[in-house]
């Protein structure tokens, strides 16, 4: 699926949906360069896409711009983009505010995957805490470490060296 724009309005769209407005003009699919031409199209190709910082910055799509190549490009920016307002109480909600929220939100998301996961691990090795089973202090330490894992300092975005290692 590519990007379309319009001539004369300027309205971008996929090409799916000008495809699906336009049955009476009967396009082929995928649009061609000369059909795209005598109904004033303009394709739109991908723009660069900014660097962000994880896991709190994400790529917004910003509209399209026009480059001195002659042609038409995605734009984007960082985001998640914020501003103030104020709410139904007629309380100012700043982007700090907003910031933060997004914020905890994220890490509440990330911490709940991470628990998720940790207790799987843990669920893999609960037989060797049955009374028939001795537990190798190897695994205690393990079992400990994944336990411990919340109090880590990168909590709740670790890397998968933060994890700990399974005995064998």
């Known amino acids: ?30 649009l061609t360069t000369e059909f795209m031409e005598h109904n004033q199209l303009d394709p739109v190709f991908e723009g660069k896409r900014p660097s962000i910082t994880p896991p709190y910055q994400t790529i917004v799509d910003d509209g399209v711009e026009y480059k001195t190549d002659g042609k038409w490009y995605t734009k984007y920016k960082v985001g998640p983009i914020y501003s103030d307002y104020t709410d139904k109480d007629g309380k100012t909600v700043t982007v700090e505010t907003q910031t933060a929220a997004h914020k905890a939100s994220v890490d509440a998301t990330v911490a709940e ?7 799987a ?31 880590h300092s990168k909590w709740p975005h670790l890397a ?8 064998s």
């Open 160 to 167: 998968d060296s933060d994890w700990p290692t399974k005995p």
């Open 121 to 151: 691990l843990l669920a893999e090795t609960d037989y060797f805490g049955l009374s028939d089973v001795t537990m190798s202090s190897n695994m205690k330490t393990y079992r400990q470490a994944l336990r411990d894992l919340p109090k």
């Open 113 to 119: 995957g991470n628990r998720s996961k940790r207790t």
């Open 1 to 30: 699926m590519g990007w379309v724009r319009e001539r004369s309005t300027g309205r971008v769209m996929t090409d799916t949906t000008w495809i699906t407005e336009n049955k009476s003009k009967r396009p082929p699919q995928p």
